[in-house]
């Protein structure tokens, strides 16, 4: 099949590369000339697993274009995707500009009968806005050409997305009902039949469901971290440790384990932007979507934990204070800065003097040009070759991002290059019991801080006699709330 994607973001980019490797001929549009001239060499301008040899071999046998006009790849198309941002507006709603300026793309140049498939997240009532978009460049040319508007939304994870596009769990698509909505789903069956042979994944509906099938999807995930980031600061005041509870409502079948993970709080693209569009969404209804809001409050708040637990630890003077940050990016795997924690953590630090360094595996280049965006310039921000270097002197570490390069490290040598052995765990990635174990001072987010920040008695570990440690105590959890 003939396909055109427009947008070679994260999603347009993964659909255009999964769709060739299937054996579709594959057009990727994006109004960014040095994207798509990196594109065509073969260059890809995100981080994504599997993602860049997917799209050197498509390009190299032909099955992938890359080019920046829609123009030019409209005409030989059968089904057109819309891939491109929907970033948030002032008042939370989605910002539709580049979806409908596609369409109006698409209106002036259509010439013959098009499935337009939309997958942008987008809030209700969009697909008939491209619709009317399109129409309306239609009148203007004084012609009447078919064409189908259906919703297919987005499930993929970003740092799994190659993944998640070959083998989805579900694939959404909602169709009028019309003759051209038959057309539209025969042809759509055709082109995901190849992600659907185990069984068939796809969920069909009309063209509203499916959208607001997205933002229910994210608000329900979002609301999932958010509630556990509640309960772990419960935790922290009564002394529970909320990874046994994570572990112990997640083995009920009707809770299940995915998104339990109390942390620093949630970030990226699509969590932050779709929770705040959705509420604005039932507002623009009349309608107070309650628990959503609160979700994106608790989330707000839980950004600020980490900071809470370093000025707790340090006092609000950080000048001279050395700190470790392991992770940068919103998650792993990913090299994506949109909305992570690390952001507003790492200005706030600075703003009091600290100084910072931190590793990332692969968002280095993006976390200079988001903070220089936040903070004015990024130049106080040292980055560190490895983990282990990040440590040097440090006063403490800080657990931003769960790499899995951080997962098992080795606590020995850590402790011989930090000043103080001082872990803020945003991610809860340690056993507190090993930690305290080895002599550190280890603050999880829920997890039994029985430890306490107070600085500094004498080292405990016969490694570090030539520093000064936080000694272990027996008493109640200090509870690290704001
Ligand atoms: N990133 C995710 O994990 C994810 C997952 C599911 C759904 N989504 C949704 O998918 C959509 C795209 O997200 P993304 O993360 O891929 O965005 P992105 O910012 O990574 O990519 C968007 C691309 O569209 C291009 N673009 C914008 N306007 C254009 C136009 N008029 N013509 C041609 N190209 C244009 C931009 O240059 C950019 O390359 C959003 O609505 C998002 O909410 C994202």
Redesign the pocket.
């Known amino acids: 099949m003939n396909v055109v994607v ?7 980019l993964v659909t255009a590369a999964c769709l060739a490797e299937s054996g579709n001929r594959v057009v990727g ?4 000339p040095a ?1 798509v001239t990196l594109l065509q060499a073969g260059g890809v301008p995100i981080y994504e697993p599997g993602l860049e040899s997917l799209v050197q071999r498509n390009l190299h046998d032909g099955r992938l274009r890359f080019t920046t006009s ?1 123009a030019q790849a409209l005409p030989e198309a059968e089904a057109v995707f819309i ?4 970033p948030p507006l002032e008042d939370g709603s989605a910002d539709l500009q ?1 979806v409908l ?2 369409a109006r793309q698409i209106g002036q140049h259509l010439s013959d009968f098009k499935i337009i498939i939309n ?4 809030p209700v009532g969009t697909a008939a806005a491209v619709e009317a978009t399109i129409r309306t460049e239609l009148q203007a040319r004084g012609v009447d050409v078919p064409f189908v508007v259906v919703s297919n939304p ?5 740092g799994a997305a190659v993944d998640d596009f070959m083998r989805p769990d579900r694939i959404v698509i909602g169709i009028p009902q019309s003759a051209a909505g038959e057309q539209a789903r025969v042809a759509l069956t055709r082109l995901y039949q190849a992600f659907n042979r185990h069984h068939d994944r796809t969920v069909w509906m009309d063209v509203v469901s499916a959208e607001l099938t997205k933002y229910a999807a994210n608000a329900m995930l979002a609301t999932r971290i958010s509630f556990m980031n509640d309960i772990a600061q419960l935790a922290d005041c009564v002394g529970a440790d909320v990874d046994s509870v994570r572990r112990g409502m997640g083995s009920d079948g009707r809770i299940g384990h995915s998104f339990l993970y109390a942390g620093t709080g949630y970030g ?3 969590f932050p ?2 929770t705040r569009a959705l509420v604005r969404c039932a507002q623009d209804h009349g309608l107070d979507m309650a628990v959503v809001a609160a979700v994106e409050q608790v989330n707000a708040r839980q950004k600020q934990k980490l900071l809470a637990m370093v000025t707790q630890a340090f006092g609000q003077d950080l000048s001279g204070i050395k700190l470790a940050v392991w992770g940068l990016a919103f998650k792993p795997n990913t090299n994506d800065m949109r909305e992570a924690p690390s952001r507003p953590l790492l200005q706030a630090l600075h703003e009091r003097g600290a100084d910072i360094v931190a590793y990332d595996p692969v968002a280095v280049r993006e976390a200079h040009s988001a903070l220089a965006h936040d903070c004015g310039s990024s130049d106080w921000l040292t980055i560190a070759d490895t983990p282990l270097a990040a440590l040097d002197d440090a006063d403490a570490l800080l657990i931003v991002t769960e790499w899995k390069c951080f997962h098992n490290p080795d606590f020995s040598a850590m402790a011989l290059r930090m000043n103080e052995r001082l872990i803020l765990d945003g991610r809860n990635l340690y056993d507190p019991d090993l930690l305290q174990s080895l002599g550190y001072a280890y603050h999880g987010i829920g997890r039994r801080n029985a430890l306490g920040v107070q600085r500094l008695q004498e080292p405990r570990h016969p490694l570090l006699h030539h520093h000064r440690w936080p000694e272990p105590t027996s008493t109640p959890p200090a509870a690290l709330v704001d």
């Open positions: 427009v947008g070679a973001g994260y999603v347009g549009v994006d109004h960014d994207r829609l891939a491109v941002g929907t580049h300026a596609v997958k942008s997240t987008v987005e499930f993929l994870k970003e990226g693209s699509c932007k779709d």
